[in-house]
């Protein structure tokens, strides 16, 4: 059973919600070195960047066990996007990268256009293994934000079936359902295999 991991990110709010995920699992989420540079991220997929994050990190700590973690929302209609762009889309903040995303859509009046999913992969590097953990939630591309909780797309990311956005849900209803506390516990249930 390994118990203890270090996790690639210097957000300290990613870093917040995955150990409120985690909780009540025994798994512990190490912090990263504060003064760590992370290389720019410049893989295709979600999954090449969590490697780039986690094989820095290794590099960095010699930890035995080091995870990346790359998100992002991928839009059916947009053939995906705006995926790896999800921090960068519009070039500004989240509010930009709505109002792009939304413009993007708006000839698209019909919810089943409207597609989307929110993807984590999380890329486990051990003494010996690589390991890659996927979660995913479905859902649409609401026609207007609604919502002040979370960050990001939240507000205008329906859950499929919910009628409610992630920026409508508490923390802890989020972390029930979300990509991130799907992979997380993926990885979670394999560590403690160990
Ligand atoms: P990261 O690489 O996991 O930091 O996520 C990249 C970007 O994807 C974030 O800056 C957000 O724009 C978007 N994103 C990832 N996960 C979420 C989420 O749970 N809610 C809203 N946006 C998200």
Do not use: W
């Amino acid at each position: 059973m390994k118990s203890s991991i270090y996790l690639a990110t210097k957000n300290a709010n990613k870093l917040r919600e995955v150990r409120h995920i985690l909780q009540g699992t025994g798994l512990l989420i190490k912090s990263c070195p504060p003064d760590i540079v992370f290389p720019e991220e410049t893989g295709a997929t979600f999954e090449e960047n969590a490697f780039l994050k986690a094989e820095h990190l290794k590099r960095i700590t010699g930890g035995e066990f080091v995870a990346g973690e790359d998100s992002g929302l991928s839009v059916e209609k947009l053939n995906g996007l705006p995926g790896v762009f999800s921090a960068r889309f519009a070039g500004g903040g989240d509010a930009e990268n709505i109002e792009k995303l939304l413009g993007m859509l708006s000839a698209y009046k019909d919810t089943a256009d409207r597609k989307a999913k929110f993807i984590t992969v999380i890329v486990l590097l051990g003494p010996l293994e690589k390991m890659t953990f996927t979660g995913e939630v479905e859902g649409f591309i609401t026609f207007s934000p609604r919502g002040t909780n979370g960050f990001g797309y939240d507000p205008v990311f329906e859950i499929a079936g919910a009628g409610r956005t992630f920026a409508e849900l508490s923390a802890e209803e989020k972390n029930r359902v979300s990509h991130r506390s799907t992979a997380f516990r993926k990885l979670a249930d394999y560590l403690f295999t160990l």
